[in-house]
């Protein structure tokens, strides 16, 4: 029985691994410590999970709530401004996990964008929640979870066309 279990949770993880792995490298910018984290996450997940809603939503704000435990643990800062992110080891990093180019770019960008926006964007994104669901994770309403994305997708234009202005030269 147990080996049951160990086979279940395996094939769970490896099932849900990479939107978590692109998420916590979004927020780390380092991949070894993205591993540490959904590792840590998923399995915390997987032991508190209630069959309610979406595991996946579910890992993901475990593993979001486990980035700011060792933030705080480490003395770090959650919401770093963007001029403190590395940008390229983020990029070369989110690529890896993301085989088409153009989604590589969008998670480069939303790696650039506050964190408010950048947890809305993840999650309507790459999880595919909804409004009420990322109000519900987030503790927002759903009006502003609207006005958050707006603003991230106006954002995220500017960084496109910033992107393709730098290109034409």
């Known amino acids: 029985k147990l080996t049951e279990v160990n086979n279940f949770i395996e094939q769970k993880y490896i099932e849900y691994y990479d939107r978590p792995m692109v998420i916590a490298c979004s927020y780390t910018?380092?991949?070894?410590?993205?591993?540490?984290?959904?590792?840590?996450?998923?399995?915390?997940?997987?032991?508190?999970?209630?069959?309610?809603?979406?595991?996946?939503?579910?890992c993901c704000t475990v593993m979001r709530n486990e980035f700011y435990d060792h933030c705080r643990r480490n003395r770090l800062v959650a919401d770093i401004s963007i001029s403190d992110i590395d940008i390229g080891s983020g990029t070369d990093l989110l690529?890896?996990?993301?085989e088409d180019e153009e989604r590589a770019e969008l998670a480069a960008m939303i790696a650039r964008l506050p964190i408010r926006q950048r947890e809305v964007m993840i999650r309507y994104v790459y999880i595919e929640d909804g409004d009420e669901e990322i109000a519900a994770a987030l503790g927002i309403s759903r009006s502003n979870v609207r006005q958050i994305r707006s603003r991230a997708v106006k954002e995220l234009k500017k960084m496109a066309a910033g992107d393709d202005r730098e290109e034409r030269r």
Not at 31 to 55: C, P, T, W
Not at 95 to 98: G, H, P, T
């Open 29 to 58: 910018h380092d991949r070894s410590l993205a591993e540490d984290i959904v590792h840590v996450a998923f399995l915390k997940a997987m032991l508190s999970y209630k069959q309610n809603g979406s595991f996946l939503a579910w």
């Open 95 to 98: 690529q890896e996990f993301i």
